[in-house]
Every structure is written in C-alpha cells, then in structure tokens.
C-alpha cells in the first residue's frame, strides 16, 4: 500500500495536465472469448482462441481468431439496416458483461449529449461491401439489400453504435490501422478535460474480412501456424476479430476503478508498412505515456506488448523494451489467445491490461517457444501471478501509426 | 456548462479541380468572381519524394497538397505539428479495386494498393514527407466528419497549448461505389489551428450548439464531398467578415463558432 501511495503521490505531482479518468466499465468479445471472465480463463489456462481457417469464402491456409457464432447473431429487426458482421459483432460484445446497461446509465446520468463516443477500426464494415461485389445484379450494380445498407464507409461503425446506443455527444471513428483504438482513449481524455463531454464510451470493432486476410498475404505477413510472437523461429501474424468497449468517467466518480493516466501518441516517419528499424516512433509513444502519467519505467509492473509476430516488429519492439526497461517488468503478446485483431487490437489489450491489475495475474506469450535473441529478460512465455499496479498496451500501425496507453489501479 | 474555446486559425490551404489553392478558392468564395482556372488534374504535392509523389494516390496527394499550403501560409514547419486528417470515404477508387480483385482473383491484391488502402495512409505519407514524429491521427464522421476533425483538432491545440493542422479530404466516388457514395468531386481543406496565436488570420470562438433532434445526417453539400461542409467557414475568412457559423460534429452534436478578425 504505501508503494502504491507513492505512486499516486507522484501522479499528483507530475500530472496536473492530464487528468486520470476512471475506466468504470470495460468488456471485450474475441476469439479467446466472449466477455471479461471468459477471456480471463482462456487466459489463465492457456487456451488459444486461433484455428485453421474456415471461412469458406476467403479460403486461405492460415490459422484465424474467428469469433464463434457472429454468422448465427443477426441484428435485431430495428437494426437491419446496419448489417455487417462487424455491427454483429459490435452488438454482441455490447450486450457482453452488462456494458449496454452500464453505458445507458452513464447516458442518463449525464445527458445523452454530454457522453462522448470515440470508436476505432481499421476497415469497418468492408467485409459487406466486398460481399456486395461478389453478388453484383445482372446490370453489375450492388444488390438492392446492399444500396440500401448503411455499412459502405469507415464511419459505418461509430454511427450504428450512436443510434444503437442513442448517445449524442460528440461522435468519431478513429481509422489509424492497428493502433485506432488505442487512440481512442486519447481523444476521449482530451474531450473529457476540455469540458466537451462528461463521459466517454470507447472501443474498437474489426471483424475477419478478404482485404486484410489477402492485403497481409500479399506483403507475406500471415503465418501459415498459428502465430509465435516474439519466438526466433516465428512466421507471421495470424489475423484476427475482437470487439471491445470501456467506459471512462472522471477519476473522482469511482476511486475504486482502474485508471487511465496517460497515452502518447506518434508517428515513426518512416514507412508505410515497416516499423522504424531503431523503434524511435515507438519509444517516443512509451516515453510520452510515462512522461504524462508521472511514471518511471521501473514503476511498470507489466506491458502487453504489440507482439504481432512479424519478424519485424517483433524484432524492434523486442530491443525496445529491453533498453527502456528493468528486468523486473513482465512483458507480453497476448496474440497467440486472439490473433492480431488490427483495429480492434487496442482495446482488446487494453482490456487485456485492465484484467491484469484487477486480477493480480499477467499473461505469458502464448505459442512462443524458444525467444528471438532481441528479448530482454522482460519478455516471458509463462503466465505469472503477480500484482499489477501499472499496466501499458502497445499499439502500432500501418503508416507508422504508435500509441501507448498507461493504466493503474484505483483505490483498494 | 456550455464548454467553449477559443482558437486561432495561422494558414489555410485549399485543393480542387478548379480551384487549386487558398487565393483561388478565396477569390471565388470572396466577391464570386469567375476565375478562370483551367481544371488542374493532378495536385502537385511538391513535399512528397519523386518517387512517392508518382506512386501516391489522389486520396494522398490532395490531402497532402492542402496541408503543405497551409504549413506555408502558416510559416509552420510540417515536422513539427501534430495532426488531424479526416475522411468520409477514404481512397474510394482502392477500394474499388479491392473490393472487385477480391470477387475476381484474391491472391492478386497488390501489397502496395492495400497498404494504401488504410485510411490513415494521407497522414503517413505526410508524416513520412515531412519527417514528422508527432501524433497522427486519422479519423472519420460520415457526413459530419468536417466539424468533428475541427473538433477534434481544436480540442488537441487547445488541450495541449500548441499548433495542430487538421485537414479534411474526399475524392471523387468511382467504380460500382459510384451509386453507394455520393462525392462527386475531389476537394480537400487544411487550416493550421494555434492556441494564443499573435499572428492568426482569424479567430473561432467555439462553443457546443442547440442540440439538433435531426435524424442521422447521411451526405452535408451539393457536391457530396463531406470536407465541403468547411465552405461557409471558407467564405467568411475570404470575406473576411465576422458572423456566426454552425457545423454538425455528430448527426445530433453540432458547433456554433463566432468568427472574429
């Protein structure tokens, strides 16, 4: 206790600018499961979420992080207008965990236009539209059901769940690959301590789709095995689906709740598709989270790293963990439970890092046998035990697109 | 509380067929005078490398080539700013192409129109030109996506007490989307935002509107290019008029903004 009152002691100090907001809801649907405990249990028992590919239209031999049962969930009837697999997916995971309820408290508590909803994804409901090219009319025109669809467009997402959820604050999809949903507890920050809303709801949808399965075969990135994050004898990433949402509120509503207390965010200028080499895009984000949160390194008691099993990343993200942090911080990829879940991987670890503080137990890097040489002692393959005051996610994108988020426990 | 703030706009760049940068667009919107721009193809997005600038698409050159105006206008150096780029529709034509591969051939997609298939690929490749390491962001409103980018932008510089560019483009639809998506012409806007700016143009007094019980808005202007919603702004700092201004940031969240020079 008197460590973790240090810890707040010094965020007092140092991080007057950023005020830390209190996550006082959080769920996450993915391969590895759907809702919190489920995922938590596949965690702890090692029970990876990945199979051999069976989407039969997209027949490509690789392993997947499907979620079960999104082809057998239609939309309600109100709703079938928004019909995707992504909004499927959106609304199981909202109606996971209680989250719907909890987020239409917040609505009425605040006014449905002082709650914010900041979503990312990477390609929304592309998923339909190719759907719609496969089953072109005589006249080679969109089907009548898909020209009246409300899915062809990035913001397809943020605005079914605002009409899903009647939230009229201020209302964004991010769309910066792999780390937009991440970014969206930056911009939910800003909007919050700028006075513009009173709550936020974030999250991330991106759903298993022909353009990211065969885009990522085409730069010979999808591993033909189940993904190795992190492994010397690694292949490539295995792609994923996952849907997440978390609620966030001033930090004195619930003092109990986990925290966010800092993001960075940054751009490597580099390469389109490549990480920098040295990691210097990346080590700026991680750098800004802890700057803005008051935080050393050594006070991190555990990261979920962005680990996607590119030989690449995994090969920079590796050295920049081992020259910024001590041996004692426990660093892991989760993509081996639900594949690299692309937009929705932000929030999905983020979650992933919130479960971490409430539950005392870090994951390893499932599927990793033998370490690429680049780790640091930081990075583990077992599952640990272990008190988590601090936990940071890791997100990086195409574009050389980074964001770090920082998060800590609330008052016990 | 009606949250408000106030911000400095330092530079403006402006792109379409006809009207290819700010002193056109301005002296069009400003005493409606004809000019005779013959249509301009191909933005030049001369802060581009040779060699992406021939490989860039127009979703990235349009986007670039406002931006570049406006850090110009601004005298900002594009490596120093933080960014907002905002789209409705991303690269419409790569997409296209995808989305009709897909149906025909999937193991034919190319791996460079797919990585410029995301809809942050006009902010890397500006972060890229003009080695910029600060945070990027690309983001998305449907018909709104103007006023929420400004939003979005304005928060940022005022939240973190420096300069941000926000940029806001569509192209032209094309291909079977032509029916789905309504832009019919590319346009793209850049204005460089700073807090307690001395040297601003003009100044937006913002604050958060009535809010409106419309339904969802779909498609804002004539053109039905979303960034056209920045036209009214656009008109006023070519007239240079103070007025009051109001633009959707949500199909129900909308910014009433006092103009001031």
Known sequence: MLYFRAVIDLLARLSAEFAPLAVTAHTVTCAAGRGRAALARALAERKSGLRENDLVEYPLPCWIGRVGGIEDSP????????????????????????????????????????????????TSSIGETEYAYR???????????????????T??????????????????????????????????????????????????????????????????????????????????????????????????????????????????????????????????????????????????????????????????????????????????????WTGHTLGAAGITEACVALLAIERGFAPGTLNARALDPACGPQIRIDNAQRDVRVALSNSFGFGGNNCCLAFAAGDA | MNPALAIGIEGIGVWSPEFPDWPSARAALGDGAKVAVDPVARPPAAILPAGERRRAPESVLIAVEAAQQACAMARRDPGDLAHVFVSAYGDIAINDYLCATLARAPNEVSPTKFHNSVHNAPAGYWTIAGGCMRASTAVSAGAASFGSGLLEAAVRAHVESEPVLLVASDVATCGR?????????????????????????????????????????????????????????????????????????????????????
């Open chain 1, 75 to 122: 939309l309600p009837s109100a709703w079938a207008a928004w019909e995707s697999r992504n909004h499927r997916l959106a609304w199981m995971a909202l109606n996971t965990d209680g989250f719907h309820d909890r987020a239409t408290a917040a609505i009425e508590r605040y006014g449905a236009s002082r709650v914010a909803l900041i979503l990312g994804t990477s």
């Open chain 1, 135 to 153: 089953t072109l009319d005589a006249d080679g025109r969109f089907m009548v059901a898909q020209r009246e669809r409300r899915v062809h467009e």
């Open chain 1, 155 to 336: 913001h397809a997402l943020g605005a079914f769940v605002q009409q899903a959820l009647g939230v009229h604050g201020p209302c964004l999809t991010i769309a910066t690959a792999c780390s937009s949903s991440a970014k969206v507890f930056a911009s939910a920050q800003r909007l919050l301590h700028a006075g513009f809303a009173d709550a936020a709801i974030v999250g991330g949808v991106d759903t298993l789709c022909g353009s990211v399965l065969y885009g990522f075969n085409a730069l010979e990135l999808v591993s033909p095995e189940p993904c190795r994050p992190f492994d010397a004898d690694r292949h490539g990433l295995s792609l994923g689906e996952a849907a997440g949402f978390a609620l966030l509120e001033n930090g004195q509503v619930d003092k109990s709740a986990p925290r966010l207390v800092g993001c960075g965010e940054s751009a490597d200028a580099y390469h389109m598709s490549a990480p920098h080499p040295q990691g210097l895009g990346a080590e700026r984000a991680l750098r800004e989270a802890l700057t803005r949160a008051g935080l050393r390194a050594q006070d991190v008691d555990y990261i979920n790293l962005h680990g996607t099993a590119s030989r690449q990343n995994d090969e920079v993200e590796a050295a920049l963990i081992a020259r910024m942090f001590p041996a004692t911080t426990f660093a892991s990829s989760t993509k081996g």
């Open chain 2, 177 to 261: 989307l032509r029916e789905i998506i309504p832009s019919r012409r590319a346009f793209a806007v850049a204005l460089v935002l700073a807090p307690q700016s001395s040297r601003a143009l003009a100044r937006l007094h913002m604050h958060v509107g009535e809010v409106a019980s419309a339904p969802p808005l779909l498609h804002a202007s004539a053109s039905g290019n979303p960034a056209a919603a920045c036209l009214p702004l656009l008109a006023a700092l070519a007239r240079r008029e103070s007025c009051r201004l109001q633009v959707a940031a949500g199909p129900a969240y909308s910014l009433d903004m006092e103009i001031s020079f």
